[in-house]
């Protein structure tokens, strides 16, 4: 079945080390997203890329590093830079679709991730 | 200013009843698209319904329809006969312009009540 991955699913982590939180997609879709999600509160855009080797930063990109080395990847690092890092990250991908481009996201299961 | 607003934080609803979510969006572009997802306990995000702004109908997807108001800017959706497993967070979001990303809204909690 086509979906999209995400790993690891719980994450904990020590301040001052960075992680790397896995999204691989089988759907090929040509965009990938990363959203981050904090207690009771909608999602907030982090990166996004529309294409291999290019990505551009969202709303809360400072503190957080991506790569886009392949159309099915697009792996997130979150640093010792950022400096509230626990929250649900979602990873998700989409295809335009239509001609008034329904650009419909679909989302991976998420990664909570917790700073000790 | 909020992009997206989602005025109503939590409801409850009774069972088999309608149940009216809210969404007000701002933007000054003449297209955009406006979507819903509903987040279960589980975390996942699952995509509802789309309208896009030069779509004259109001989209309906089985028992989701979307309210859409343009002069207003409202993006309303209505589920109807609700059911217990209609439980969830529900978020609208918009697409501006020609662009790909989405703004999100801050949620609206729904619990059916049986």
């Known amino acids: 079945d086509g979906g999209i991955t995400q790993s690891p699913k719980y994450l904990f982590r020590k301040e001052g080390q960075n992680v790397t939180l896995s999204c691989e997609q089988n759907?090929?879709?040509?965009?990938m997203y990363w959203y981050r999600q904090d207690p009771g509160q909608g999602l907030r855009l982090i990166y996004y890329?529309?294409?291999?080797?290019?990505?551009q930063k969202g709303d809360i990109a400072e503190g957080y590093s991506v790569s886009r080395e392949k159309k099915e990847s697009f792996p997130l690092t979150v640093t010792s830079a950022q400096k509230n890092p626990t929250a649900f990250y979602l990873c998700?991908?989409?295809?335009?679709?239509?001609?008034?481009?329904?650009?419909?996201?679909?989302f991976g299961a998420g990664s909570r991730l917790t700073v000790l | 200013a909020q992009k997206i607003t989602q005025t109503q934080p939590g409801m409850f609803v009774q069972e088999k009843e309608a149940v009216t979510l809210d969404c007000t969006y701002d933007t000054s572009d003449q297209s955009y698209g406006l979507f819903w997802y509903k987040q279960p306990s589980s975390g996942e995000m699952i995509f509802l319904i789309y309208?896009?702004?030069?779509?004259?109908q109001n989209a309906t997807e089985g028992r989701y329809s979307l309210n859409f108001q343009k002069a207003r800017k409202s993006a309303n959706l209505v589920i109807s006969a609700s059911q217990l497993g209609d439980s969830a967070m529900y978020f609208c979001a918009m697409r501006e312009g020609r662009g790909r990303k989405l703004t999100f809204g801050g949620g609206t909690r729904v619990l059916v009540k049986p």
């Open positions: 309208q896009g702004s030069y779509d004259e």
């Open positions: 890329s529309q294409i291999v080797n290019d990505f």
């Open positions: 998700a991908s989409s295809i335009m679709v239509g001609v008034s481009g329904a650009n419909v996201l679909t």
């Open positions: 759907l090929n879709h040509d965009a």
